[in-house]
């Protein structure tokens, strides 16, 4: 969702980590905390997103906020929440902080290649 591919994620994580790696993590039910710690650093989201993260219930929030006076909904009917801002203002900061990492990620690359 992010659009950040598993061999920047490897990158990040460090020389032990391969494209294969971050595949078979994706994989796994439990993750070493560390690891955890390490990932949702890296993709700048709180751990809490990926520990409880359900694919179905982002694809609906996401496609729940695209209007002002947007509501999302869960399988829990008493969850309820009214959205409270601009949902392209979100896309923009989103846009602006891929843009930010793209940036950063080129860097690192320019400091490998000299």
């Known amino acids: 969702m992010l659009s950040i591919k598993q061999e920047a994620l490897a990158f990040e994580l460090g020389e ?7 595949s078979l993590l994706e994989q796994k039910e439990m ?18 997103a990926i520990e409880n993260f359900d694919e ?3 694809i609906n929030f996401i496609a729940n906020t695209f209007h002002d006076s947007a509501v999302a909904f869960t ?20 846009y602006e902080r891929m843009l930010q990492q793209q940036k950063e990620m080129i860097e690192k690359l320019e400091k490998l290649i000299k």
């Open 16 to 22: 032990d980590w391969s494209q294969k790696k971050i």
């Open 31 to 48: 993750i070493e905390k560390n690891i955890l710690d390490q990932v949702a650093k890296i993709l700048k989201v709180p751990v809490e």
């Open 75 to 94: 399988d829990n009917a008493q969850a309820n929440f009214n959205c409270s801002f601009n949902p392209l203002d979100k896309m923009v900061e989103l």
């Open 56 to 58: 179905d219930a982002a």
